[in-house]
């Protein structure tokens, strides 16, 4: 069976679309950050332990490091503050915890108000 030039031109097009196509859909990478511009998060807002961190421990680190869970509790303010120099190294140093990882804004958001004194209000 002879393809003739064309046919087999056609072919070579086709194989090198699909090719590109299967390349390109694997380059594709989400950032919270960039898709939801306008969401009122500041990354880079100073917050308080009221106005931010709070939710953010609570969404991270709560749900395990609660009392009967992992050590240390991380439920309160107070407790927090006593394990701050722990959260700051496994989170932000090693970024180890939590064990899925922290989101971009929420990792510079947990580093500066580290880094402004960690205050509660």
């Known amino acids: 069976m002879k393809i003739s030039n064309q046919a087999f031109g056609m072919k070579i097009l086709l194989a090198t679309l699909l090719f590109g196509f299967i390349v390109l859909s694997g380059c594709y ?7 939801y ?15 931010g961190i ?13 009392p ?3 050590s240390p509790d991380l439920t309160t303010y107070a407790l927090v503050k006593v394990n701050i120099t722990m ?4 989170a932000i140093t090693l970024k180890n915890m939590p064990s899925s990882g922290l989101n971009t804004c929420n990792f510079t ?3 500066n108000w580290i880094k402004t004194g960690a205050l509660e209000n």
């Open 29 to 35: 990478y989400d950032k919270e950050e960039e898709l």
């Open 37 to 51: 511009p306008n969401s009122g998060t500041n990354c880079n807002a100073t917050l308080t332990y009221n106005t």
């Open 54 to 66: 709070k939710t953010l421990i609570d969404g991270n680190c709560a749900s395990c490091h609660k």
């Open 109 to 111: 958001k947990l580093d």
């Open 68 to 70: 009967g869970g992992n």
């Open 87 to 90: 959260i700051k190294l496994r």
